[in-house]
Every structure is written in structure tokens, then in C-alpha cells.
């Protein structure tokens, strides 16, 4: 029956058609505006579940392709469709920001109408940038997403917000515009094209490529974000409500990730060959250096914040890695490196999500971040105390949760190019437990530290609801990562086959 | 039978599930009943297994259960190995673990978080079956990591006591340091066979065999060297070998039945397990049977002196466990894995026995565990006493008892080994067996005999536990005695492991202890020759004299040796050395770079230093717009005079 809808727009505009529908709800009546972002969000997620159901795994040409002229004069395109690096990554969103409307139920008084919308039309805007082929197209999609944050921050913020908010903006926008100037040398190049598989298909020399691949770097390591330009990430975090943090943890995230496999492999793949050094360098860097920052965080969300940006060095350690691993005689364990750095976007977003909404749950009691504040949470809120024990667990990778999933293959992919790069990234094992696990104790364990935490209430259904979702999803995805390694396999097999083709 | 296997692991599973969610609902008697009977069922099905493999000789099975993953052409699978290893550990974990699920209706009969302790028990033994039952290196380390996490809740089950919860962080990243050897290790297997499954990797490990690699560059290792230490490094975190030992003494802050089934009886011998069902990989190295057999020394000999100064009841037995521990990976050195099993099966019960005794002392006492406060206790406590002194017997090796059989294999085995440091270990475990009897009997004294020291107020109180208490002490008293008689010949001479344990012929080790085998009653005949049995002799009559005789002794030499004693007391101060190089170096480091690496140089210089110069150079040129219509025509023509200039001079 869906056969002739053009499904994949639909997921993109609902939710922005639906947020403004929101807006236009206002707050005159309280529970108005989050009953219908609540309906559209569910919708949304319904919708993309076709995706995933209706995906052909057998093959990596891009699927739900719509494609119309849009601005004729450029020979730009309203031109999407999906294959299997982009379709988890946008149930991931639809998912996400379903739990995102049911933790802001109450939590949000404050202007909530714009707020519920504000989320909404960022959904549409990241689904939108994960399924453009068009390279406008996509990059208004990636720009058009920062304002929502943007505001999000700076409205519903901490007190330092506008420090955060400028930072945010600056560090994304100042890598995007790099991006914009490589992409229209590209169009020039190719004849006056901006899809993205023309760049795909263009001949370029080496220099040509390194400066391509390194104007795609700034964006898209900004992103990510990599060491050493990642320090907007724990200062946005820290500023930003609840769900602000999840949707930046859970998805914005990614998008670098993402950009690293649509454009810098496939476009560069010389370059990148050259350069993996740096990545690699840049990424262990991440899992180590950040691992033992996080370890002095006084503040959970600083913490948690530092976590991602190591858990995130994994995913480009392993999209990098794999030309390493092309080197060595056999080359098995290239498509192992780049699945493991997929899973791990997807398993991150999860984990992170779940964590940030943990220290939320607890803010909105204590309104304190605070480790010190805290002490003890187990003794009078022993069912969060249960959830947050197994989301620390799962950020510590225990196997079984997934956040074992992506480092487990990414760790055994890099042994393959070198035992000191596997050494390293494996330190990770003990880093992600001190880090987590100290917090946890600080926090959950030990007898009441202090009256606040005495007079804490444990969680409520709603609460209960949401943290279950996101449990399920952990559990689901460590016990049988086979339903979503699948879906990669032939789109993974075509890149690597792309990529060890030189285009010089 | 399929599907008996799957039923295994699942009742213990669906007992942990049901008491864990639905403790509230089903009360504090249903949560009991629930996790016995899925346990029992566990239990009385791998009896089953066992008599299938054991008597009927049932062929091996080794499927998969489902495919985990399928990636880069290999098959990540979650399945099932049923061999004769198998068997027995299932028999040996639902077993213990039956009779501690028991046990701790009366231990931990008043403590307000009964269920979860009850679910967490039934999930340790569902994660320690899925472990053992595993027919590939994947799930054997998710089961590793799981009885990890049972281990870590379990420890800080207290969640109030400050030492609780030290002792359980402190546990699992010693763990992960383990762990973290381990995985590298799969990953070493994993890149050179192209598998995860044992057989195969086993047929495929001549490929590791004849390949080398470089770790540090110009020197050459072979690969299945590499393999088998990584993997070896997992098997030292998970059954406390030095130096990865400090977490097990902390350990004993957890509730007494999980010191017995989890820190005692099953979850440290996993080490010991997974390096005997890797014998095909470890035979193929002389150098990490030499490592592993100098670890495993090591520990038995320097573990075991520390019990001698401990006062805690249950810190005695976990030293002593850490030395027992050592002997089974000695044996592993030698390339006695059968005696090396052997020891795991008779030490999980005599142990766990003997926790559980002591969990029964230190109920009667009120929740006291310092043995200079007890003594006397033989007239108030008569079963604990027995099965105490069954236990302590056994442990000790006293010729018939269980651990008499395994032991004395084991040493038979080192003597006969022929790995480079089989001399040193040979030594170690000999002065072990004095040193094992002394501390045994030196609590056992304390504790049971002579003078009565606790307060008046819990001697009044004072009485043999519960039916439900000493019904498990005997049940696991019978088996400390007669298991050795019944299955020395069967386990380690008849065949038992030829399909699951592989060993090279030259080392001969274990042939030798076949040929002095004669037969159980020549076996236990043969003490009556000058051996170890004597030097147990010596260290229970040595106990006897200091401790109950002329207590005076044990002050003098106190005093007299004090540096060594201080060295004991302080347990080579590893946990010192690791809580100054590790622990404040990590914290130190972070903070280098979080002030340093981000604030400072990132965000000051750099990034704040990039809007700070922008800002800087903005504050100059801004003079330059003064706004005053002379300075601009005065700029404006000093421009011209130099274009012009420019132009016609060049």
C-alpha cells in the first residue's frame, strides 16, 4: 500500500509541519501543545518504520528515491533516498525524539509550545540531512538544524547559556562554511552537478582531494566531535536542557559520523588513504585523553559529555582504520571496522540519550549536576537507581548491552592493522568503567549524603516509560545486533569497493 | 536432550527474572521458592547431562544456538559446547549454587533486600552456565563480563557501607584489566584462524603456531605466544593470580554465600576453565605455559603466607583461595589441566563449605568476623564445628580427604613438569602445603577451641544455627570427603577429558602421575612416604602448638620478625602501590589535561585566544575610524602621494 507514496518525504515534513502546527497551538491551554507533538512524534516514527521493513538488504543502490528539480537555474535538486549507512540513523531519530516529547511532558513549563516544536522541526531537519543526495540540499538541512539548537539552548538553557550557545554556532558554522566552498568546486568540476554521487564518480588529483578531504574534516570533526575541536560539545551540554543534550548526543553527533562515510571516504578516498594517520591519531586520542578527563569531571553532565566524545572516537577510528587494514595481505576485517563504527552511532545514541536523561530525571529533583550534590540516590529512588546502574554498565560496554556491539568489532578490526592501535583503543575497557563506575558510586551508592537527597521521590510511570524504552533498545541491540549489521552489509560492501578504487 | 540444554541455563534464568521484576508481587517466600526451583531444575538436568556424557558416552555437542551477528563474513554465534569438561562444571556450579541458594534463606533471613539478592544469585548462576556452556570465544566473554557484573552488584549488595562499595569498583576494573588482555587476545585468534569458534580455532591454530609478530619493534614473537598470554591476562583478573589478585580479599564485603558460591566455589575458577578448555591453544606454547606456571607459584606460595596474619574470618578463606587458586594454575603450567579441573571440582566444595561455615560462625557471633574474638565455639556450635573441621581437613590435604587427591595430583604433576620454572613452582607448591595447613588450623584453633574471648552479652546468645543453615553444610561436607575416592580414577586417569583436553606428548607431567597411580586406597597408601602429607602434618601440629598451646610464641614472633610480619600484614603493599601509581596517577593525569589540555591550551589560547585576537586587532583598527573628516582626507591623500609615487617611480 505505501508503494506509491513518497514515504520518505513524508517522514521528513511531518514533523515539521507538525511542529508548526505546534507553535500555532500555543500555551493558552497547558497540555494542548504536548499532546499533539506527542501524536506527530508517534506518527513519524510509525511512518519510518516502512524504512526499515520494506529496506532491500540485497542490494546498495539507494532506496525511497524521490528526486525533482527544485532550483533549476543551479541544477539543484529535491533529490532523497536512503541506503544502509542512513536508514538506521533515521529510526534512530524517530525514535529518539518520540522519548524525547514523553520526558519533556511535564518537565517543560516554560514557553512549552515552542519547545515541542522547536524538537519537531529539528526532527525533520536531521531525517532530511541524513536522506539528501543532493549536496544543497543537504547542506540546508545541515545548517538549517543548528537554529532549532540553537534556541533550545539559549531559551531553555543553564545560566552560562549565550557563552555556549556562541560556541555551539561558531565552532559548526565556522566547519560548514569550509564544506559549502568544497562542494561548489566539486559542482564546478563535475559540470554543474550537486549530487552526491557524481562526487563519487569525479576524477581528482591528490591535491585537489586533500584539500576536499580536509575542508570535510573541520566540518564534519566539529561534529563529531573529534580532539582536538571538542570542546564546544561539554560546555553546549552542560547549558542545555534535558532533551536538548539527548538529541545532541543521540543524533547531531552522528551527522558527523554519517558525513564522514557520504562524502570524505567515497569523494577522497585518496586522501583519506593519506591521511588516515590523523584520524587515527585524532581519534585514539579521543578514546584516551578524553577517557581520562572524563575520569576528574566533577559535573555528571561534563562527564558524560566527555564520554561520548571518546565513545565517538571509536566511530572514526573505525571508518578510518579501514585503510590500514586494506594494506595487510587479506584485508578481512575493512567491512568489520566500518560496521563496528556504524553500530556504535547507533548503540551511542542510545546509551548517551539514556544517560543524559538520567541526569535529568535527577536535576529535575535536585537542580544541582553536581556530583558532590549527590550521594546515596539508590536508598530513595531504588528504581532509577536500578535503570542508571544498568545505563552506566552499558556505557562501560558490558556485552550483552550495546554499547559492547561497536567497540568489541572495531577493537578486533584494528588488531588487524596494528596491536598498538587495538592496545590502545582497548584501554577503553578499563577508562569507560573507572570513569562511568566512579560516577555511579559517587552518586547512586553509599549511604544519604545530605537531606535533598533524602526527601528525592523516586521515578514516576512517564519516567518509568521512557527509561524502559530506551533499556529495551539497549538490551535489544546486545543481544542480536544481527537485525541492524544486516541492513549495512551491502551498502559497506560497495563503499569498500569504492574506496580502494583510486581516483587519481 | 537439545532442548535439556537450553533448559539449563534458561531456569535459573526465569527464577532471576521473575524474583528481580516481580520481588513485590510474589514476596519474599515466592522469590525463594522460585530461584531454588529454577536452580534445582538447572541442577537435577545437568546431573542428566552429566550421566549422558559421563556413562553413556554421549557423543559431543556443539551447535549454535543463533547467530549473534554475521559480519565481514564471519559468524558471531551465541551456541552451545556439551562435552566432558562441560558436564562436570554444570554439575559443580548448579550444585554449589543450589546449596547456597539454600543457605542464604537463613543468612540473610531479616535483610530488607532479600529478593534482589535472590535474583542476583540465580542471574550469576544463569551468566556462569552460559559461560561454560559456550562453544565460542564470543559468548565466552559475554558470560565472563556477566558473572563480572553479578560479582560487582553483589559485592556492593551493602550499598551503604562505604567499603562495600569500594571493594566493588575496586573489583571490576582490577577485572577489566583483565578483561582488556582478554579481549585483545580473542582479537588475536580472531584475525589469524578467521573464527570464533573453538573447534575451528583449534583446527585452524597452526596458523598461529608458525606466524610471528612484532609487539615492540625488532622483536619477534610467535603469535600463539601473544595469544595465549593476552588470553592468560583475562584468566589472572578473573581468577586472581598476583599481581591482579587485590580484589578478591576486598571481595569479602559482599553477603558470605556469594563469598562462597561467587569468590570461592565457581566464578574464580572461571580463569582456571577457560585456560584448560584452551589446551589445544596453550599446549602449542612453552613460553606461556612457563608464564602461567610461575604466576600460578607465585600466588599459591605468597597468598597463602598472607593468610597467616589475617584476623578476619572470611579474609583467612579468601587468601586461602587466592593460594588454592595458584595451585590449579600451576597445574595448568604443567599441563595437568585434568588435575587442574580436578582441584577446581573438590575445592568448590570444600570452600564453599568452609565460607559457609563461617557464614554460620559469624551469624552466632552477631555479625562479628575477628577470630581473636572468638574461640570455644566447638561446645555451642557442634555441627559447624564438624563440618568445619571436614572442610579445613580437606583443604589442607590430609590423606583421604578430597583435596588430599587433588592436591597431592597436582604436585606429583609439577615435579614431573618440564616448562621452563616447573623447579620454582615445584618448590612453591611443596612449602605451600606447610603453609595452607598452618593458617587453616591456626583459624580453625581460634575460633573452635580454647579460651572463650567474645563478650558476655554474645555468649549468652550463642547457639547452633538454623536446620536451613547446616542442612547445606552437610550436604557439602559429604562431597569434601568421598569425591576424591569416588572420581580420582575416573576424572584423571580414565579417559574422562581425552575429548575435551589436549596435551602434547612430551609433556608427560600428567603420564607420570598416571603411572604412580595404583589405584585411590594405594593413592591415599602412599602419604605414609616421606611427601607433602607430612609437611600438612607439621603445619597443623606447628598451628596446634602457637595457638593453643603457647599463644606466647605467636607475640615473640611477632615482635622478632616485625618487618616481615608488617610485610605480610600489609600484603606486599600492593594495594598501596596501586592506589598511589594507578588510581591517584590516573586522576592526576586528567586533571593535567582537562586544566592543561582543554582550558588552558584549547580554550584559552585557542579558542578564546582566537575571539580575544579578533577582538584585539578590532580594538586597533578601530582608532583608525575616528570619525573627524581631516584624518580621513589626510589618510586619503598621504594614499594618493604614495600611489602615484609608486606608480612613476616603478
Given at each position: 500500500?505505501?508503494?506509491?507514496?513518497?514515504?520518505?518525504?513524508?517522514?521528513?515534513?511531518?514533523?515539521?509541519?507538525?511542529?508548526?502546527?505546534?507553535?500555532?497551538?500555543?500555551?493558552?491551554?497547558?497540555?494542548?501543545?504536548?499532546?499533539?507533538?506527542?501524536?506527530?512524534?508517534?506518527?513519524?516514527?510509525?511512518?519510518?518504520?516502512?524504512?526499515?521493513?520494506?529496506?532491500?538488504?540485497?542490494?546498495?543502490?539507494?532506496?525511497?528515491?524521490?528526486?525533482?528539480?527544485?532550483?533549476?537555474?543551479?541544477?539543484?535538486?529535491?533529490?532523497?533516498?536512503?541506503?544502509?549507512?542512513?536508514?538506521?540513523?533515521?529510526?534512530?531519530?524517530?525514535?529518539?525524539?518520540?522519548?524525547?516529547?514523553?520526558?519533556?511532558?511535564?518537565?517543560?513549563?516554560?514557553?512549552?509550545?515552542?519547545?515541542?516544536?522547536?524538537?519537531?522541526?529539528?526532527?525533520?531537519?536531521?531525517?532530511?540531512?541524513?536522506?539528501?543526495?543532493?549536496?544543497?540540499?543537504?547542506?540546508?538541512?545541515?545548517?538549517?538544524?543548528?537554529?532549532?539548537?540553537?534556541?533550545?539552548?539559549?531559551?531553555?538553557?543553564?545560566?552560562?547559556?549565550?557563552?555556549?550557545?556562541?560556541?555551539?554556532?561558531?565552532?559548526?558554522?565556522?566547519?560548514?562554511?569550509?564544506?559549502?566552498?568544497?562542494?561548489?568546486?566539486m559542482y564546478n568540476k563535475s559540470d554543474g552537478s550537486f549530487a552526491i554521487f557524481d562526487f563519487h564518480h569525479l576524477p581528482l588529483s591528490m591535491t585537489e582531494q586533500i584539500l576536499i578531504f580536509l575542508a570535510f574534516l573541520v566540518a564534519f570533526a566539529v561534529k563529531v566531535p573529534m580532539w582536538p575541536v571538542h570542546t564546544w560539545l561539554p560546555d553546549a551540554h552542560v547549558e542545555a536542557p534535558t532533551g536538548g543534550s539527548v538529541i545532541l548526543a543521540a543524533i547531531m553527533l552522528k551527522i558527523g559520523g554519517y558525513g564522514f562515510l557520504r562524502f570524505s571516504l567515497p569523494i577522497t578516498p585518496d586522501a583519506s588513504a593519506e591521511l588516515d594517520w590523523l584520524i587515527i591519531t585524532m581519534s585514539l586520542t579521543a578514546v584516551v585523553y578524553i577517557g581520562f578527563v572524563a575520569l576528574v569531571q566533577q559535573d555528571m553532565k561534563k562527564l558524560i559529555a566527555y564520554s561520548s566524545i571518546a565513545h565517538m572516537g571509536f566511530v572514526t577510528l573505525g571508518f578510518f582504520i579501514v585503510f590500514r587494514i586494506m594494506d595487510v595481505d587479506d584485508a578481512q576485517g575493512s567491512a568489520l571496522a566500518l560496521e563496528g563504527g556504524m553500530v556504535q552511532m547507533v548503540s551511542h545514541g542510545f546509551i548517551s540519550g539514556a544517560m543524559f536523561l538520567c541526569v535529568g530525571v535527577m536535576y529535575d529533583r535536585m537542580h544541582s549536576r553536581q556530583i558532590a550534590d549527590y550521594g546515596g540516590v539508590a536508598n530513595t529512588m531504588p528504581v532509577f537507581a536500578a535503570f542508571m546502574v544498568f545505563f552506566a554498565m552499558a556505557n562501560a560496554g558490558l556485552p550483552g548491552t550495546s554499547g559492547f556491539v561497536g567497540e568489541f568489532m572495531v577493537i578486533l578490526a584494528s588488531f588487524k592493522a596494528s596491536f598498538w592501535i587495538a592496545f590502545l583503543a582497548a584501554l577503553t575497557l578499563i577508562l569507560g568503567a573507572a570513569y562511568t563506575l566512579w560516577m555511579v558510586k559517587r552518586v547512586v551508592y553509599g549511604g544519604i549524603g545530605n537531606d535533598n537527597v533524602k526527601a528525592l521521590t523516586d521515578i514516576n510511570k512517564r519516567e518509568v516509560l521512557f527509561l524502559s524504552l530506551l533499556a529495551i533498545a539497549v538490551l535489544v541491540l546486545g543481544l542480536w545486533p544481527d537485525p541492524l549489521v544486516n541492513v549495512m552489509h551491502a551498502t559497506i560492501d560497495n563503499l569498500l569497493n569504492h574506496i580502494t578504487l583510486s581516483k587519481i | 536432550m537439545e532442548s535439556i540444554y537450553l533448559a539449563i541455563p534458561l531456569a535459573s534464568l526465569l527464577g532471576a527474572v521473575l524474583a528481580g521484576f516481580f520481588g513485590k508481587q510474589?514476596?519474599?517466600?515466592?522469590?525463594?521458592?522460585?530461584?531454588?526451583?529454577?536452580?534445582?531444575?538447572?541442577?537435577?538436568?545437568?546431573?542428566?547431562?552429566?550421566?549422558?556424557?559421563?556413562?553413556?558416552?554421549?557423543?559431543?555437542?556443539?551447535?549454535?544456538?543463533?547467530?549473534?551477528?554475521?559480519s565481514d563474513g564471519i559468524r558471531f554465534e551465541v551456541g552451545f559446547l556439551i562435552d566432558s569438561l562441560t558436564a562436570l562444571m554444570m554439575v559443580v556450579v548448579t550444585g554449589v549454587s543450589l546449596m547456597v541458594h539454600i543457605y542464604t534463606i537463613g543468612y540473610m533471613h531479616d535483610d530488607p533486600g532479600y529478593q534482589r539478592f535472590f535474583s542476583y544469585i540465580s542471574l550469576f548462576t544463569f551468566s556462569m552456565l552460559m559461560l561454560v556452556m559456550s562453544n565460542n570465544f564470543l559468548q565466552l566473554f559475554f558470560g565472563w563480563e556477566a558473572v563480572g557484573l553479578v560479582s560487582y552488584l553483589l559485592i556492593g549488595f551493602w550499598f551503604t557501607r562505604d567499603t562495600a562499595i569500594y571493594a566493588n569498583l575496586k573489583a571490576f576494573l582490577v577485572n577489566r584489566v583483565g578483561d582488556f588482555g582478554f579481549l585483545l587476545g580473542i582479537a588475536v585468534v580472531l584475525m589469524y584462524t578467521g573464527s570464533l569458534d573453538y573447534y575451528e580455532v583449534f583446527d585452524r591454530a597452526d596458523r598461529m603456531l608458525f606466524a610471528t609478530t612484532q609487539v615492540i619493534p625488532g622483536v619477534d614473537w610467535t603469535v600463539i605466544t601473544l595469544a595465549c598470554i593476552l588470553l592468560f591476562v583475562g584468566a589472572m583478573g578473573k581468577s586472581a593470580q598476583v599481581p591482579l589478585h587485590v580484589w578478591l580479599p576486598d571481595s569479602m564485603e559482599g553477603p558470605t554465600p556469594i563469598s562462597a558460591l561467587i569468590h570461592a566455589a565457581t566464578m574464580v575458577t572461571a580463569g582456571i576453565f577457560m585456560v584448560a578448555r584452551m589446551s589445544p591453544l596453550f599446549e602449542l606454547s612453552e613460553t606461556a605455559l612457563s608464564v602461567v606456571i610461575v604466576i600460578g607459584a607465585t600466588t599459591a606460595f605468597f597468598m597463602g603466607l598472607i593468610g597467616i596474619v589475617q584476623n578476619d574470618i572470611k579474609r583467612v578463606v579468601a587468601y586461602s583461595t587466592l593460594s588454592q587458586l595458584g595451585y590449579m594454575t600451576v597445574a595448568l603450567g604443567a599441563s595437568a589441566y585434568s588435575a587442574a579441573i580436578f582441584h577446581l571440582m573438590t575445592h568448590a566444595f570444600f570452600k564453599a563449605l568452609l565460607f559457609l561455615a563461617a557464614g554460620s560462625v559469624i551469624i552466632a557471633m552477631h555479625h562479628e568476623q575477628d577470630i581473636r574474638k572468638m574461640g570455644g565455639l566447638k561446645k555451642y556450635m557442634p555441627i559447624t564445628y564438624w563440618v568445619s573441621l571436614i572442610g579445613s581437613l580437606a583443604l589442607i590435604g590430609f590423606p583421604g580427604f578430597a583435596g588430599y587427591f587433588s592436591k597431592d595430583a597436582i604436585i606429583i604433576a609439577t615435579k614431573n613438569a618440564t616448562v621452563p620454572g616447573a623447579g620454582y613452582a615445584y618448590a612453591m607448591v611443596l612449602m605451600g602445603v606447610f603453609v595452607t595447613a598452618f593458617y587453616s588450623f591456626r583459624m580453625f584453633f581460634l575460633v573452635f577451641h580454647g579460651e572463650e574471648r567474645m563478650d558476655k552479652h554474645t555468649k549468652e546468645h550463642l547457639h547452633e544455627t538454623a536446620p536451613v543453615v547446616t542442612f547445606p553444610l552437610i550436604m557439602l561436607a559429604i562431597p569434601s570427603v568421598i569425591i576424591g575416592w569416588l572420581t580420582i580414577e575416573t576424572v584423571l586417569f580414565g579417559g574422562y577429558f581425552d575429548s575435551a583436553i589436549f596435551i602434547l606428548n612430551e609433556h608427560g607431567a600428567m603420564a607420570a602421575v598416571a603411572d604412580a597411580f595404583h589405584g585411590p586406597l594405594n593413592f591415599v597408601l602412599h602419604a605414609l612416604y616421606p611427601g607433602p602429607a607430612y609437611l600438612a602434618f607439621a603445619g597443623v601440629g606447628a598451628a596446634w602448638y602457637i595457638y593453643l598451646k603457647k599463644p606466647s610464641i605467636a607475640e615473640q614472633a611477632k615482635a622478632k620478625f616485625g618487618f616481615i610480619y608488617n610485610l605480610l600484614d600489609n600484603k606486599y603493599y600492593f594495594d598501596r602501590f596501586n592506589e598511589i601509581v594507578f588510581a591517584s596517577a590516573s586522576r592526576g593525569i586528567g586533571n593535567v589535561l582537562w586544566r592543561l589540555g582543554d582550558a588552558l591550551m584549547i580554550d584559552g589560547l585557542v579558542v578564546n585566544g582566537s575571539a580575544r585576537l579578533v577582538g584585539w586587532v578590532s580594538g586597533i583598527v578601530r582608532h583608525v575610524q575616528t570619525g573627524y573628516l581631516n584624518h580621513y582626507a589626510f589618510a586619503m591623500i598621504t594614499g594618493l602621494i604614495l600611489l602615484l609615487g609608486w606608480a612613476v617611480l616603478g
Open positions: 500500500m505505501y508503494a506509491d507514496w513518497p514515504l520518505l518525504s513524508l517522514v521528513i515534513w511531518t514533523p515539521i509541519i507538525g511542529g508548526i502546527l505546534v507553535l500555532f497551538a500555543g500555551d493558552k491551554e497547558p497540555s494542548g501543545a504536548r499532546k499533539i507533538a506527542l501524536v506527530v512524534s508517534i506518527v513519524t516514527f510509525l511512518l519510518s518504520i516502512p524504512l526499515y521493513s520494506q529496506f532491500n538488504t540485497d542490494t546498495h543502490l539507494v532506496q525511497f528515491v524521490e528526486r525533482h528539480s527544485w532550483i533549476p537555474a543551479f541544477n539543484i535538486e529535491y533529490f532523497i533516498g536512503i541506503d544502509g549507512i542512513s536508514m538506521p540513523l533515521i529510526l534512530l531519530t524517530s525514535f529518539t525524539t518520540v522519548i524525547v516529547v514523553i520526558s519533556a511532558w511535564e518537565v517543560i513549563q516554560y514557553r512549552a509550545s515552542q519547545y515541542f516544536a522547536a524538537f519537531l522541526i529539528m526532527e525533520g531537519f536531521m531525517i532530511g540531512t541524513f536522506s539528501a543526495l543532493d549536496s544543497i540540499l543537504f547542506y540546508i538541512f545541515f545548517e538549517a538544524m543548528l537554529i532549532p539548537m540553537f534556541l533550545v539552548i539559549g531559551i531553555w538553557g543553564g545560566a552560562n547559556r549565550i557563552y555556549a550557545t556562541l560556541k555551539f554556532f561558531l565552532y559548526t558554522f565556522i566547519g560548514s562554511v569550509l564544506m559549502l566552498v568544497a562542494l561548489i568546486y | 510474589i514476596g519474599r517466600a515466592g522469590s525463594h521458592w522460585v530461584t531454588i526451583l529454577g536452580v534445582g531444575t538447572s541442577f537435577v538436568l545437568s546431573l542428566l547431562v552429566l550421566k549422558d556424557v559421563a556413562i553413556d558416552d554421549a557423543p559431543i555437542y556443539n551447535q549454535a544456538l543463533y547467530t549473534w551477528m554475521v
